[in-house]
């Protein structure tokens, strides 16, 4: 059974850079793996905000990017708002259509 | 405008079936795969299935419902399903139909439907 690994809460400040991570329990996250991130508030469906490891989704302010780090998947939001208090999910491409998400990363920010 | 639709959520006793129902419509429905994402109350979200477009071949599902659920694509209608059988106290979830994009992830999420298993 795979499992993705992701922090389960990071508390900020607003301005501040934060770096959520995805990661395999077994082994590294790749471009292979076509890892995206979706945003989601409460009572509301997720909304996507990168794909393909570092592609924005339309509308997605440029504070967010993707990336690889390491060996894991990394969401960075470059000045953190208000607004981005929310949960954030990584899901990874396991290949034959399967895919995977990561337990999600609660991120406060005050 | 891409909208996403789930229908068919409700209260069903363990062991019991129910069948999810997702219109789709401000795209061409049937060239897409589709699949259904659940989250479990306070928890993460877990990818359940996947439809390829057109033929609706292949399928594939995650191993939590492998054998139970069963999913398929009315491209004449717009419509994606989730039959699901024999449920569990763990199936209780809100239940999101979402339109996959290739490049493997999923840009478009309906508003979800919600699943109750009574025992």
């Known amino acids: 059974q795979t499992v993705v690994t992701q922090e389960p809460a990071f508390s900020v400040s607003p301005g501040e850079t934060v770096t959520v991570t995805c990661g395999l329990a077994?082994?590294?996250?790749?471009?292979?793996?076509?890892p995206s991130w979706y945003q989601q508030t409460p009572g509301q469906a997720p909304r996507t905000l990168i794909y393909n490891t570092v592609s924005r989704s339309s509308g997605v302010p440029d504070r967010f990017s993707g990336s690889i780090f390491g060996n894991k998947a990394a969401l960075t939001i470059t000045g953190a708002q208000a607004d981005d208090d929310s949960d954030y999910f990584c899901a990874l491409y396991m290949g034959n259509g399967i895919w995977v998400f990561g337990g999600g990363t609660k991120l406060t920010v005050l | 405008e891409v909208h996403l639709v789930e229908s068919g959520g409700g209260l069903v006793q363990s062991g019991g079936s129910l069948r999810l129902s997702c219109v789709a419509s401000?795209?061409?429905?049937?060239?897409?795969?589709m699949s259904w994402v659940r989250q479990a109350p306070g928890k993460g979200l877990e990818w359940l299935a996947y439809i390829s477009g057109n033929s609706g071949i292949p399928v594939y599902y995650a191993n939590s419902v492998k054998g139970r659920f069963t999913i398929s694509r009315d491209n004449a209608k717009n419509t994606l399903y989730l039959h699901m059988n024999n449920l569990r106290a763990e199936d209780a979830a809100t239940y999101y139909c979402?339109?996959?994009?290739?490049?493997?992830?999923?840009?478009?999420w309906g508003q979800g439907a919600a699943v109750t298993v009574s025992s």
């Open positions: 077994s082994g590294s996250v790749s471009t292979d793996h076509y």
């Open positions: 979402v339109k996959g994009v290739s490049g493997y992830f999923f840009d478009y």
């Open positions: 401000g795209f061409s429905f049937k060239s897409y795969y």
